[in-house]
Nanobody
Framework: VQLQASGGGLVQAGGSLRLSCAAS????????MNWFRQAPGKEREFVAF????????NYTDSVKGRFTISRDNAKNTVYLQMNSLKPEDTAVYYC???????????WGQGTLVTVSS
């Protein structure tokens, strides 16, 4: 199983980025998908969740209204659209797949997002 995250980069505060996580080696539609992030010197934290079909989503409070998680089961890919970015969003972003909510069976390698003030 591989989860390949991409789309990170350097952006100014207020800008936008779209992260992608392409999955292979698993039946993608049977896995819930999640995004986590880890800022320098901090623990990894949950960012967003999407259910198997995409009908249910959940976000940590600090990104609600700014970030949107979505998935395309035909492309085996989950996305994280990040708008109105803030310097405190700077982190390595990881995708994770789990057969059930709050289970994380597989992790991607991470993509770095840097938001400058």
């Amino acid at each position: 199983v591989q989860l390949q995250a991409s789309g990170g980069g350097l952006v100014q505060a207020g800008g936008s980025l779209r992260l992608s996580c392409a999955a292979s080696g698993l039946t993608f539609s049977r896995y819930t998908m999640n995004w986590f992030r880890q800022a320098p010197g901090k623990e990894r934290e949950f960012v967003a969740f999407i259910s198997w079909s995409g009908g249910s989503t959940n976000y940590t409070d600090s990104v609600k209204g700014r970030f949107t998680i979505s998935r395309d089961n035909a492309k085996n890919t989950v996305y994280l659209q990040m708008n109105s970015l803030k310097p405190e969003d700077t982190a390595v972003y990881y995708c994770a797949a789990g057969r059930r909510p709050s289970n994380y069976d597989y992790w991607g390698q991470g993509t770095l997002v840097t938001v400058s003030s």
